[in-house]
């Protein structure tokens, strides 16, 4: 308790930071749409002069907070006129004399005589740009947008998803949030796509946000209805691709005045294959010189969820929430690796056939309470969260190995092995923001976040010897990490106007970060703790040229803290040439950034352009090392110093009403000075990657829509090589039946089954190259069905994960 009182003393002080204000006018208006209850987005926002009603002055789409502004008005008598399908169109008359207006509270009734008569068509942009990043709805995705979070994420622009599922911004792995918040459920294959409305994209991010998150964080919202009455769908799909594929969900929801209550089910169930070919040179082993192998797997694998939600609110100004997200998922892995080792004069050497049955079962479940409060004052907010969440791992695999003469004749009796990996991992969250107005052009944004993270593992190996399986103490420990994040910030958002009417827009921030972590194994072999207070300034200024126009600079100071695999010490042995483990002495990354961002927006037509600059320290990266053995251990280092710039730019048009699209880029250098490492010379210094992707979007008549999404990642620089390119195209046709409650839907992912990752590295001591192929190519078919109309648009995805 009294260390909850002296964080609370501290976030009062923030609260009352420096009375700041400009006295510059900016020619502006703003407000906060909503149902009444909670606020509403993507309405649009449209000014009219009442001399000429067919033009438009201004637009604006609001925000996931119901907020818009329009900018740059001149004075006169406009009408102000908002609409969504869904809702009644509302119009006001406006009277602009010069000063900025700050509108009341704007509610906007729903239109039920046009919910359930006609067909809804969605006015949400696919993609909507905002100040920090951009907002890519979920809904727009048909062609890759079910199954899991990673199956969205790769037809998302900017960022950039491998054959085996790594997520990258910018070349580097960014910070996840699932509404908002940090969780247990790390794999985004535990989220099912129908349960994702849209994903934020943040790669400026002030100091309101977690400083871990170097290249930028990726911000996944949940769906949650707000139409009142009973709503409802479900949808039931199956296909194939090496193996056949199944999948259903099911949606339910009611919404009154005071409470909106709803529950959510879903599965997914596919049979899998993959198949990987390794060959690897050491240079100065004369006896294990080559080495080529082979593996296979069959795979089947289910995920299911249950998602629950209830809001209530007694008042406009208060609502309280609650949220669990309950998972289960399995994966039964039945892999055969044959390895074939040569001498230095290319003789045959040995021979073994490994087999190994991985059995996998996790448990996740997450819990949310929530409460948000409105003031008279729409600059006013406050609103405080709780939550934690639960992850529970269990791996076995049955091991046997075979040895064999050069002729295949099976040698002496098979060795076999067992193995268990037990995880346990736990994240709770404590999160308190308030944001108030300290003068009519400025705002002041302050607040606390408090994350614990306690995790577990156990791994054990064990060797069959006379009949019993004996425990090696060699290969088998217990590891415990705990770690504690206090952050508190401040950050000041103003406005000013130059005498020409181009507006300008500040923002200053600085946040606090105290980490206390420890982590030990049971046998003692690794012990460590860290306690450490650092700030984390971040600053901007933004230039409105025009009202869809702007030029943004921005500078952030980032920590990349090593994840739990990154430190979980435990070799996996699975692969008894190539065995990967963590490192729990890492040091964290400090990172300096400077971006400059670009927007434009036309009729048809919008550009989005950013140049960054990345510094980094203790950079992490995997490295891999040759043993005496002949093995080569994969583990992360803290290589060194690594410079990354670049440009990244978003593209979309709409030349005709049956067609639009949208093209992203990004392109980067990366310098790397590997200082810390005994092998330094064998990294690579410099290197250039880039990565892109075409959406394109077609309405081939009524009620139709066709999507076609092509992908490209160069090759992308390892610490001691390359990863190979990967490219892909995915296909997605939609067709409303009937008055547009059901929805019949085909997916054809990798048409061109070229999706496949890999590496190459060459060092002084050795030169291996590896490529996975998984039967990513696949097709699939669903039928969707809603009563009411809020899921119509929101609902028919495909279900499955293409890894």
Known sequence: MKKWKQNLVAAIILFTISQYSFSQKTNSINGIVSDGKTPIEFVDVVLKPVTDTTKISAYAVTDSSGKFILENVSPAEYILKFRLIGFKSQNQKVKYTGSPISMSNIVLQEDANLLNTVVVKSEKKQIQKTTEGFVFNAVSNIAQSGGTAIDMLKNIPTVAVDADDAISLRGKTPLILINGKNSAITNMNQ????????????????????????????????????LNGI??????????????????????????????????????????????????????????????????????????????NANFSPNEKNTFSFEALGN????????????????????????????????????????????????????????????????????????????????????????????????????????????????????????????????????????????????????????????????????????????????????????????????????????????????FPSASVQLNLKSDEFLKLGYSKRINRPDLDDLNPFIDITDALNPHGGNPYLKPEIIHIVELNYNKEWDNYSFSGNAFYRNANNTIRQYGTLQDNGVVLLQPQNIGNMVTYGLESIFSFKPFSFYDANISLTAFQQNISAGNLEQAEDVVKSAFSWYGKV?????????????????????????????????????????????????????????????????????????????????????????????????????????????
């Open 328 to 535: 289960m998922e399995s994966q039964d892995n039945d892999e055969t690796l044959k390895t074939d080792i040569f001498n230095s004069s290319n003789q045959f050497y040995s021979s073994n056939k490994r087999h190994s049955l991985e059995l996998e079962r996790s448990k996740a479940a997450e819990f949310a309470f929530n409460y948000d409060r409105k003031f008279s004052d729409d600059r006013k907010s406050l609103n405080a969260s709780l939550t934690t969440s639960y992850n529970f791992h269990r791996e076995n695999t049955n091991i046997d190995t075979d040895n064999y003469d050069e002729n295949g004749m099976l040698i002496g009796d098979t060795f076999w092995q067992k193995t268990h990996n037990y995880e346990k991992e736990n994240i709770s969250n404590a999160i308190l923001n308030y944001v108030f107005p300290i003068s009519e052009r400025s705002i002041i944004e302050t607040g606390y976040k408090g994350t614990f993270r306690f995790f577990n593992s156990d791994f054990q190996s064990a060797d069959l010897v006379n009949g019993d399986y004996v425990i090696n103490p060699l290969a088998s420990n217990i590891f415990d990490f705990n770690e504690q994040i206090n952050a508190f910030y401040g950050l000041l958002n103003s406005y000013s106007s130059t005498k020409d009417n181009q507006k300008w827009k500040y923002n200053l921030g600085l946040r606090a970060e105290q980490v206390s972590n420890s982590g030990k194994t049971e046998t003692g072999t690794d012990n460590f703790s860290n306690n450490y207070l650092k700030l």
């Open 695 to 803: 959406i394109n979007n077609f309405i081939p008549w009524k009620g139709g829509k066709l999507q076609i999404i092509g992908n490209y990642n160069s090759a992308v620089a390892t610490p001691q090589g390359k990863r190979i390119p990967i490219y892909n195209v995915d296909m997605g046709f939609q067709q409303k039946l009937g008055k547009g409650n059901a929805r019949l839907g085909l997916v054809v992912t990798d048409m061109f089954n070229t999706l496949e990752s890999g590496y190459k590295n060459n060092t002084a001591l050795f030169k291996n190259q590896r490529t996975s192929k998984s039967d990513t190519r696949a097709l699939m078919i669903t039928f969707a069905y809603t009563f009411r109309s809020d899921f119509k648009e929101k609902l028919l995805e495909n279900q499955f994960s293409t890894e």
């Open 191 to 226: 989220i099912p796509a129908s349960s994702i409305e849209s994903i934020e994209v943040i790669t400026s991010p002030t100091a309101k946000y977690d400083a871990n998150a170097e290249s930028g964080i990726i911000n996944i919202k949940l769906k949650k209805n707000n």
């Open 231 to 308: 709503n409802g769908a479900a949808v039931l799909g199956g296909g194939f691709g090496a193996k056949g594929r199944l999948s259903s969900s099911a949606l339910l929801n009611y919404k009154n005045d005071k409470w909106n209550i709803g529950v959510a089910y879903d599965n997914r169930f596919a049979g899998r294959t993959k198949s990987i070919e390794g060959e690897r040179t050491n240079y100065f082993i004369e006896d294990e010189h080559f080495i080529n192998q082979n593996r296979h797997d069959e795979r089947t694998e289910g995920l299911q969820n249950l998602k629950f």
